[in-house]
Structures are given as structure tokens and as C-alpha cells.
């Protein structure tokens, strides 16, 4: 399954882009040919992105931006679609974990700021975004996902319900777009030496993990323009699609 798409003259968002799979994400992204617009919080992280893409020849679009700031997301719409005319790539990788925690015991506020972030902010993105990938001849969404979703372990609610409502939207988003050129696809990235991770689990051996590296080149061709799944959930560590089925 693993292959380095051309993405020449291709334009890809990717959100949470200033560090882990997000930053390793654009980063290849970019060394395919396209021109990435990089969104997040850290503006350091952003710099440093675009360091290692124009060093390498590519480029970027740095997008400073906090995704809690929902009119915001609907301006960089209007602004890509001022420059480009289009989006070919939009990839929703930025999300927080929020809190390991009996779910009675969440704070109310903790509780909304994961869904503000992981679900709201996601949806926001896909309503600002959806004409520009419509005009694409080729266009792709990629949202990240969890395997918490399907083995639902305990104390992960808040993180595991948000990543839950995500893979829900882009199943209703792919059934909306079958019949046009938009192909959308969930992305379970399993367990990753991430920040994230590490905050989930601080008594793992990184070293044990896969590098963002690796996993974002897997990723990677799902951003094919040759690609003609939509509707599934792609498994990193298994390199391929997997079908929903109805509970029995």
C-alpha cells in the first residue's frame, strides 16, 4: 500500500502541522511536490516546518492559528480560496487527549475543551474547506482517528467519544460525496512516539513506538490522486483499508 504519491502542483492543509505525524505529514508532503498550508498553535513549531520544506525545495504556507478560534477557520477558507481557487488535500490532524479519567470524574470544562478542539473544530474545518475540495479534480480528506474508538479502554471517554464523532462525520461526509471526486477517509494511526502519547502513557518506552516519520509515510498515499477508497477507516500498522460492518 505504501507509496510516494506525486502531488505536484497539489495544495494540502494540514492541521496540527508544528509537531509530530502532522509535521512529518506536511513535511513529505511537500518533498511530493505540493504546496502545504501548515496550520497550528506553535509558531516556533511552524518555523522550523518551514525550514526543513524550503531547505529541501518545497513549499509552505505557514498558518498560525488556534483551533478553538471557529471564525478563523472560516477565514482560511476564503483566504485559500482567494489565492488558489481550490484545496486538492485537507488532512484534520490536530486534536488533544484531554485527560486519562474515570468519566464521572472529567472535569466539565476538560470534557468541552476536547470536544471543542477534536469535533467542533473538525467539523468547522470540513464546512470552510468542503467547496474548495470540490473543485478540486482530485480531491482528498484525511482525518485522524484513534483506535480508542473500536477498543474503547477504560478512562479514555472523552478522548475515545470525540475521535468516535470524527470517524462518524467522515463516514456521513464520504456517503454525501461518493459520487463525486472527493474521496474522504478515517486514519488510525496506532499507538505513535508522540507528545500525545507520552502524555497517555508516561511509563512507555518510547523507543518501542513507531517514529511520526513512519507512520506519515503510510499515511502519505492516501493523499494519491489515484485513490478510489472512501468511506473507510485506514489502519497504520496494518497498511490497509478496513470496511465498517453493522453491529450484529
Not at 22 to 42: D, P, S
Not at 127 to 143: H, T, V, Y
Not at 206 to 231: M, Q, R
Amino acid at each position: 500500500m505504501t507509496t510516494i504519491p506525486d502531488l505536484s502542483d497539489r495544495i494540502a492543509l494540514v492541521t496540527g502541522a508544528s509537531r509530530g505525524i502532522g509535521y512529518q505529514l506536511a513535511k513529505q508532503m511537500a518533498a511530493a511536490g505540493a504546496h502545504v498550508i501548515a496550520v497550528a498553535r506553535t509558531v516556533g513549531g511552524l518555523e522550523e516546518l518551514d525550514d526543513e520544506i524550503t531547505s529541501a525545495g518545497g513549499q509552505a504556507t505557514l498558518v498560525p492559528l488556534d483551533l478553538t478560534d471557529m471564525a478563523g477557520i472560516d477565514r482560511l477558507g476564503g483566504a485559500i480560496f482567494e489565492r488558489w481557487g481550490k484545496l486538492d488535500i485537507m488532512v484534520a490532524n490536530a486534536g488533544i487527549l484531554g485527560v486519562i479519567s474515570p468519566i464521572g470524574h472529567i472535569e466539565a470544562k476538560t470534557f468541552e475543551k476536547v470536544m471543542t478542539i477534536n469535533v467542533t473544530a473538525t467539523w468547522r474545518l470540513i464546512r470552510s474547506l468542503e467547496p474548495l475540495l470540490k473543485k478540486s479534480d482530485a480531491g482528498r480528506a484525511i482525518l485522524l482517528s484513534s483506535g480508542a474508538v473500536h477498543s474503547t479502554p477504560a478512562f479514555w471517554s472523552a478522548y475515545a467519544a470525540s475521535k468516535s464523532a470524527v470517524e462518524t462525520m467522515a463516514r456521513c461526509w464520504a456517503e454525501e460525496t461518493k459520487n463525486t471526486p472527493l474521496r474522504v477517509n478515517s486514519v488510525n494511526p496506532g499507538a505513535t512516539r508522540t507528545a500525545m502519547r507520552a502524555q497517555a502513557m508516561p511509563g512507555e518506552d518510547p523507543d518501542t513506538l513507531p517514529n511520526p516519520s513512519e507512520v506519515a509515510a503510510k499515511i502519505l498515499s492516501l493523499a494519491s490522486p489515484a485513490l478510489t477508497e472512501t468511506g473507510k477507516l485506514f489502519e497504520v500498522r496494518e497498511d490497509r483499508f478496513k470496511e465498517y460492518v453493522l453491529p450484529t
